[in-house]
């Protein structure tokens, strides 16, 4: 049932990503040429990633500012011990690298070891 949520979650947010989250996807949908797929809305336990890439077990979070505020923040720091808990690594990207996409390609091919 939790994984039927989180599909029904998943559809939805593609549906409603925001610039940035936009941004992004033009930018890390290449990576599939480069033999590095991604996926936008992906379900980890019982939460969904703004990206993710399942090859590398790599979760992509794209951060606003509202991500600076005491209460999200200690949100989120529960969803990445859980998400990293389970096997993955988080990589959390501010929406003004995410809306780079020469500083968004830098970030991703480090951390893809391109």
């Known amino acids: 049932m939790e994984r039927r949520r989180n599909i029904n979650r998943a559809r939805s947010l593609r549906q409603s990503a ?7 996807w033009e930018v890390l949908r290449e990576y599939r040429k480069q033999g590095f797929p991604v996926r936008r809305q992906h379900g980890i336990g019982r939460f969904v990633v703004d990206f993710a890439v399942v090859k590398e077990k790599l979760a992509i979070e794209i951060d606003g500012g509202i991500h600076n505020l005491p209460v999200v923040a200690e949100r989120d720091a529960v969803r990445e011990k859980e998400i990293v808990e389970s096997g993955w690594r988080l990589l959390r990207i501010p929406a003004e690298v995410a809306m780079s996409e020469d500083q968004l390609c830098a970030l991703m091919q480090k951390e893809l070891g391109l």
Not at 18 to 24: I, Y
């Open 18 to 24: 925001n610039l940035p989250e936009q941004a992004a």
